[in-house]
C-alpha cells in the first residue's frame, strides 16, 4: 500500500526535531528548566491562532479568495520602517 521510499521519508520527518523543540532545548540547557518550560509555553501559544485560524475555517477562506486574503494583509500590522536596514545610511555606534 504504502512505497518504501514514503515510509522512510515519513520516518526522517518525524524523527527530525522542529524548531520549537530545538527553542526549548537549547534553552534549557542554556538557561535552566524554568526557562525551558516558559519557553515550551510559549511556543505552544504561538501556535493557537493558527489553530484557531484552522478552526473556525479562515485557512481555506484565505486559501480561495484572493479578497479575503488581501484584506487581511492590508490589516495586518505593517513591518516598521525603522527597524529595518537601510544600506545608505551609516551603521550606528
Not at 26 to 43: D, H, I, N
Not at 67 to 85: D, K
Amino acid at each position: 500500500m504504502f512505497s518504501a521510499e514514503f515510509l522512510i521519508t515519513s520516518l526522517v520527518v518525524v524523527l527530525i526535531p522542529g524548531t520549537g523543540v530545538i527553542f526549548t532545548v537549547s534553552t534549557g540547557l542554556s538557561r535552566g528548566r524554568r526557562a525551558s518550560f516558559f519557553a515550551s509555553v510559549g511556543c505552544t501559544l504561538g501556535i493557537v491562532p493558527h489553530l484557531l485560524a484552522t478552526v473556525l475555517g479562515l485557512a481555506a477562506i484565505m486559501h480561495t479568495s484572493a479578497l479575503a486574503f488581501a484584506a487581511r494583509r492590508a490589516y495586518s500590522s505593517p513591518a516598521v520602517p525603522a527597524n529595518q536596514a537601510n544600506p545608505a545610511s551609516p551603521m550606528p555606534r
